[in-house]
């Protein structure tokens, strides 16, 4: 009966001072994110609402579960552009300001980085990182691949600089241990999801999350944003009075990703 008086749930814009979200799987179609451009829509939208003036897209690029190629991406990418362009006026949505890739270490990506450019972003200041931008990297989430500190140590020294994506969501590295300070050690940037400070990925991601931040380890926050599902964790975690703190009192990277 009162279903007028149901109070619609609430949303902040707690993450305007990243400006920029650099870690999403928006691009519809070419992995597990986004199926639909309604659905890219609808995510985009909750993204401007909670404060994201910009978005870089991330898809996966893992073989051989999803064989991406960059060119591919990059048409896509563009025709994605266009069409969100067309529908601007019926709802609010960030600006689309890139893409690149979520670079999983396997089997594959050694022989991908040795044969090809791969896709980053780059900071504003010219003078700022590495020539080849910044590469976002991620590992199974189920076992630790052998030697993967070498097939990162290699990248930097092919020009690239690295960001770890989700360090938290690994549940074979704890938060203190050898291989994360080794990382960090080299000069691997880190990426905690917004999502896993919420608990959306469970209580021990969500403690490494926070522990990893008050260590001074973590220089970017991302969404990862897959579909309207994470769209309401990202809603939730905009009202969580823990991150509105650690929003207040830290500060993070992204705004520095060129505009
Ligand atoms: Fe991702």
Redesign the pocket.
């Known amino acids: 009966m009162f279903n007028f008086l149901k109070k619609k749930p609430q949303v902040l814009p707690t993450f305007a001072p990243l400006v920029t979200d650099m ?1 999403s ?1 928006l691009l519809p179609r070419v992995d597990d994110g986004s199926n639909s451009l309604e659905m890219s829509m609808e995510v985009l939208a909750m993204m401007k609402q909670v404060g994201f003036e910009e978005a870089r897209l ?1 898809p ?1 690029y893992q073989y051989p579960r999803f064989p991406n190629e960059e060119q591919d991406i990059l048409r896509r990418f563009e025709s994605f552009c266009a069409e969100v362009d067309q529908h601007r006026g019926e709802r609010a949505m960030p600006l689309l300001k890139g893409v690149s890739g ?1 670079y999983r270490v396997d089997s594959g990506f050694d022989d991908r980085a040795r044969s090809k450019e791969l896709l980053t972003f780059h900071f504003a200041d010219p003078d700022e990182g590495a020539p080849k931008g910044l590469l976002l990297v ?1 590992f199974s989430l189920h076992q630790p691949m052998l030697g993967v500190e070498n097939v990162l140590f290699d990248r930097q020294m092919e020009g690239y600089d690295l960001i770890l ?1 989700h360090p938290e969501r690994y549940p074979y590295y704890d938060s203190n241990s050898k291989m994360m300070e080794q990382l960090k050690e080299a000069g691997v940037y880190f990426q905690v999801n917004i999502l896993s400070l919420e608990g959306f990925y469970g209580d021990a991601a969500r403690k490494k999350a926070f522990t990893m931040i008050e260590n001074g380890w973590v220089e970017f926050l991302g969404t ?1 944003m897959h579909n309207t599902t994470y769209s309401e964790g990202l809603r939730r975690a905009s009202v969580n009075k823990s991150i509105i703190k650690l929003m207040e009192k830290e500060e993070f990277l992204n705004a520095k990703l060129v505009r």
């Open positions: 870690h799987h991330t996966h979520e991620e994506a990862d």
